[in-house]
């Protein structure tokens, strides 16, 4: 959820215009200067986000150059340097809309220039036979995703899954429920019994505008990196609100895994062996010194239209990823790998809900179909 309008991916390249040097963004340390063009990379590294500039996707902006950061409608541009020294290609960040109900696997298959794309794992699993992906890099370790209600004009309503009990202050129906287009949570709920389909508001406003707009009267899908901070925000709804993260009621999904077209992971595996340690190298380095890093990726919400995204609501946004360990190493002590376990569990606990739910789930497809750890350095963590 966002104060200002949405910044929804294009499908057309944008002209770039050249902005102002930024603050200098945090240092990865590497052993030896990395030449990622000559290990096999393309010259512009394109990566898919599945949000406008974030902290979570922080670590990305810190490889970016800061002295020469070129921005346009939808994406941000910089030669991709390493512990200082440049590297031989450009990174090109792609921003999207996390509202949208648009998945990068779907971007993946369609532009061939794109590297690596933010896609969630529910959503490479229910798309596999139509757009395969496969995971090769998790930024997060939990999914921050979450609904709020108001508390005010639902005291009552403690939990989600309590959604299809509860009736709105008339007793006409019961709550409507605001959610991302296309999302596999909602026919989670309605196979286990927790939503009905009636419920789900078909075209929903999910900014904060929108939910203020609703009198309340819905309840809406939310970011716990974000949305715990507008909401309490002097004025910004008239009553209190409640909200439940979804990881801690057993939807166990990873948001967000950087995936690869399988023709891609063929085509550019010697690129990737040396590119997503890197990565893992990039978090742990962001995550120990976020400062700079942070103001740079305000700086550049500012810039594509999300003024909302300030100061205070990214260091908000940083404390709350690790309070809340929605990063950070997994079960070892290793750092931007997939939980291969957490994938599984995906598997047998929505797979039937969404089968009772008749939303059509591909045959035959495994955790080992849509995630791999075979790029990840287990020596790197935090």
Do not use: K
Request: charged share 25%.
């Amino acid at each position: 959820m966002r104060l200002t309008g949405r910044v929804r991916r294009l499908a057309g390249s944008a002209a770039l215009a050249l902005v102002l040097p930024l603050a200098a963004c945090a240092s990865v340390p590497a052993s030896d200067t990395v030449d990622l063009v000559r290990a096999g990379c393309p010259t512009d590294i394109r990566i898919q986000t599945d949000a406008p500039p974030r902290v979570e996707w922080g670590f990305l902006y810190g490889l970016l150059d800061a002295d020469s950061v070129r921005v346009g409608d939808d994406r941000v541009s910089a030669p991709l340097i390493l512990d200082g020294e440049p590297t031989g290609a450009t990174l090109t960040i792609l921003t999207g809309d996390p509202l949208d109900g648009v998945s990068a696997n779907v971007q993946l298959h369609e532009d061939d220039d794109v590297l690596l794309g933010a896609v969630d794992t529910d959503i490479a699993l229910l798309d596999f036979a139509r757009y395969p992906t496969v995971g090769v890099f998790a930024p997060l370790a939990r999914d921050p995703r979450l609904y709020f209600w108001d508390a005010g004009v639902y005291p009552g309503l403690r939990n989600v899954e309590s959604f299809r009990a509860t009736v709105t202050p008339d007793g006409a129906a019961r709550i409507p429920v605001a959610a991302v287009p296309n999302d596999p949570f909602t026919g989670y709920a309605i196979g286990i019994g927790w939503l009905t389909a009636e419920q789900v508001v078909a075209d929903p406003d999910l900014t904060l505008e929108g939910f203020v707009a609703a009198a309340g009267l819905h309840a809406q899908a939310g970011d716990a990196l974000v949305d715990p901070t507008l909401l309490g925000r002097p004025g910004a709804t008239p009553r209190p609100t409640r909200w439940q993260v979804l990881d801690d009621i057993g939807y166990s999904r990873d948001q967000g895994v950087l995936s690869a077209a399988p023709q891609t992971l063929v085509r550019y595996a010697d690129c990737l062996t040396v590119l997503v340690p890197e990565l893992q190298r990039a978090l742990v380095a962001y995550l120990d010194d976020p400062e700079a890093t942070n103001a740079v990726v305000v700086e550049l919400a500012a810039q594509l239209g999300d003024e909302g995204y300030d100061a205070e609501v990214a260091d908000a946004a940083f404390r709350e990823l690790l309070a809340e360990r929605y990063v950070g190493n997994g079960r070892d002590d290793t750092i931007g790998d997939i939980d291969l376990a957490r994938v599984r569990g995906l598997f047998e606990t929505a797979v039937p809900r969404w089968r009772d739910a008749e939303v059509t789930v591909p045959a035959g497809v495994t955790p080992d179909d849509i995630v791999t750890n075979r790029f990840i350095d287990r020596s790197i963590g935090r």
